[in-house]
C-alpha cells in the first residue's frame, strides 16, 4: 500500500503545465496569458504538486494527534497570509478588497450592512418582504450580518475567519477519509486539502463557498459517523440533521443532495463490522419522513420542485444567453448535458489564455488544472471499491458524489467551478484512497490520462477563443 504520493505523478504533472503554457502561448499568441496569471498559475501547481510529494512523506511519521495539530496550524497559515495577501492585491488592482468584476460578494456584503440597519429599526419584515421566501442565500447573509453585528462591519476579519473554517475544513476531511479508507488515505487527503488551491482561494472571497464547504463536510462526518455506529446516538443524530437542514439555507439542491445520500447511505449501508438492524432502518426512516412532511408545501420544496422541472429549459436558456451576450461565446448554445456528462468529473478545466472578462478565471487556472490531474486517484479509487464490491460501505460519500455532479450535468451551472465546491471535499478523499492503492500497473494508464487531459485543455481553451470570434 502506498503511503504518500509519488514523485514520479507529480513531476510529470508539473511538466505537463508548463507544456500547456507554452503550447497555448505559442499557439494562440494574440491571445496570450497575462504574465501575472502565468505566475499565479505556476505557484498554484507547483505548490500543491511539490509539497504533496513532500508531505505526504514527511509527515508520515506523526502520531495521529501531531498529525492534525501539524495540519489544521499549517492550514490556518497558509490561509491567513493567502487572506492577507489578496486582500492587499485587490485593493491595489481593483480599488477595493473585492474580486474582479465582484457581484455576489458584493451583494453580500451590502445586504447584510442593510439587514442589521432594518434590525435595528425594528424593520424586518421588509427583508423578508425582500427575500420572498427565497431562501438559499439567507444562510451566508444572515451568518454576514450576525459577524458584523458582533464586531462592526469588518471584511478582514471575515476573510480570516473563512481561514479557521478552511482548516477546520482539512482536518474533518482527514477524519472522514480515516473512518472511510484508514489512517495513510486520511493524512494524503488532509494534505491534499490543505494545499488545494481552490479551497484556499475562497478564504479571500466574500461569497459563501469556505462556509457551505465547511458545513458540507461537516455534515458528510457526522452523517458517516452516525451510520457506522451500533445504535443511535440522540447528539450525533441532532447534529447531522441540523447540519444537513442548514444546506438548504446556503444552495437549495445542496440540502437536498446531503438529505437524499444520507437516507441512501444509511439504507445501503453495509460492513461486516457493523449491521444496521431492521428497528434502527424503521426509526431513521420515521425521523426522515417527519423532515420530509415538515418540508413538504414550505418555500424550500417549491424552490427543489421548480429547479427540476425547469432543469432542461434552464441549461438550455442559459446556454443560448451567453452565446448571445456581448461578453459571451457564441459556441456556448451547443452546450447540453450530453456534453457535459462525459466531463462532469474532471471539469472544470483552466483558462490558459486572455479573456478579459474572465480575470478570476485566469487567476486561479492552476486550481482548475491540479483537480483535473488528481481525480486519476479519483478513478483509480472508485474502480478499486467496485472490483473489491466495497462500495456499500462507503455509500454515503458515492451517493453524495454523484448525486450532486449528475444535478450539475444537468444545469446550468456544469461548467462553474465554483458549483463543484461542495464535492471537492469528497474527491480529494477518493483520490487519496486512489493514492493508497497505487502500484505499478498504473503508471502504464497515467501518461494517457495525462495526454487526454491535454487535449481536452486544448480544446477548451481553442473553444473559448474561436467563440469570441478570436481564430
Avoid at 491595489?92 to 458584493?106: C, Q
Wanted: charged share 15%.
Amino acid at each position: 500500500m502506498t503511503t504518500f504520493l509519488p514523485k514520479y505523478f507529480t513531476r510529470k504533472a508539473i511538466i505537463l503545465y508548463v507544456l500547456l503554457l507554452i503550447i497555448c502561448s505559442g499557439a494562440l499568441v494574440q491571445n496570450i496569458l497575462p504574465f501575472r496569471w502565468v505566475m499565479f498559475g505556476i505557484v498554484e501547481v507547483f505548490s500543491f504538486f511539490y509539497f504533496s510529494n513532500l508531505l505526504t512523506k514527511r509527515w508520515g511519521a506523526f502520531t495521529p494527534i501531531l498529525f492534525k495539530r501539524k495540519l489544521f496550524r499549517t492550514a490556518l497559515t497558509i490561509r491567513m497570509l493567502y487572506a492577507v495577501f489578496i486582500f492587499v492585491f485587490y485593493t491595489i488592482t481593483t480599488g477595493k478588497p473585492f474580486e474582479f468584476g465582484a457581484a455576489d460578494s458584493v451583494g453580500y456584503h451590502e445586504e447584510a450592512i442593510w439587514l442589521i440597519d432594518l434590525l435595528q429599526n425594528n424593520q424586518l419584515p421588509i427583508y423578508l418582504e425582500y427575500i420572498k421566501g427565497n431562501y438559499s442565500d439567507l444562510g451566508y447573509v444572515v451568518y454576514l450580518t450576525a459577524v458584523y453585528s458582533l464586531v462592526g462591519v469588518n471584511i478582514f476579519l471575515v476573510r480570516l475567519i473563512k481561514a479557521v473554517l478552511g482548516a477546520l475544513t482539512c482536518v474533518l476531511v482527514y477524519k472522514l477519509c480515516v473512518r472511510n479508507f484508514g489512517e495513510n488515505a486520511g493524512r494524503i487527503a488532509g494534505i491534499l486539502a490543505l494545499l488545494s488551491p481552490n479551497l484556499i482561494y475562497y478564504c479571500g472571497l466574500h461569497v459563501k463557498e469556505t462556509e457551505m464547504v465547511f458545513l458540507t463536510v461537516f455534515f458528510l462526518e457526522r452523517a458517516d459517523l452516525l451510520i457506522r455506529q451500533q445504535k443511535f446516538n440522540t447528539i450525533i443524530l441532532t447534529t447531522t440533521i441540523i447540519l444537513g437542514l442548514s444546506l438548504f439555507f446556503f444552495r437549495t439542491v445542496l440540502g437536498a443532495t446531503a438529505m437524499t445520500s444520507l437516507v441512501i447511505g444509511f439504507l445501503l449501508y453495509s460492513s461486516q463490522s457493523v449491521r444496521i438492524t431492521l428497528p434502527r432502518k424503521i426509526a431513521f426512516g420515521v425521523i426522515m419522513i417527519g423532515i420530509g412532511l415538515f418540508l413538504q408545501g414550505s418555500r424550500i420544496e417549491a424552490e427543489i420542485t421548480r429547479y427540476w422541472g425547469d432543469r432542461d429549459t434552464n441549461q438550455r436558456a442559459s446556454m443560448i444567453a451567453r452565446s448571445e451576450s456581448p461578453i459571451g461565446n457564441s459556441l456556448a448554445k451547443y452546450g447540453q448535458t450530453a456534453i457535459f456528462a462525459p466531463l462532469i468529473l474532471i471539469a472544470p478545466f483552466p483558462t490558459l489564455i486572455n479573456i478579459e472578462t474572465q480575470q478570476n478565471q485566469m487567476l486561479l487556472n492552476g486550481g482548475y488544472y491540479t483537480r483535473n490531474i488528481y481525480v486519476f486517484f479519483l478513478i483509480i479509487g472508485l474502480l478499486t471499491l467496485w472490483k473489491r464490491r466495497q462500495s456499500r460501505q462507503h455509500m454515503l460519500l458515492l451517493s453524495f458524489l454523484f448525486s450532486y455532479l449528475t444535478v450539475l450535468a444537468l444545469s446550468k451551472f456544469a461548467l462553474a467551478e465554483r458549483f463543484h465546491m461542495p464535492i471537492l471535499p469528497v474527491i480529494i478523499i477518493l483520490a487519496a484512497f486512489g493514492v493508497t492503492q497505487l502500484d505499478r500497473k498504473h503508471i502504464k494508464f497515467y501518461q494517457p490520462y495525462l495526454a487526454l487531459v491535454a487535449l481536452i485543455i486544448l480544446a477548451w481553451n481553442i473553444f473559448k477563443i474561436a467563440g469570441r470570434s478570436g481564430l
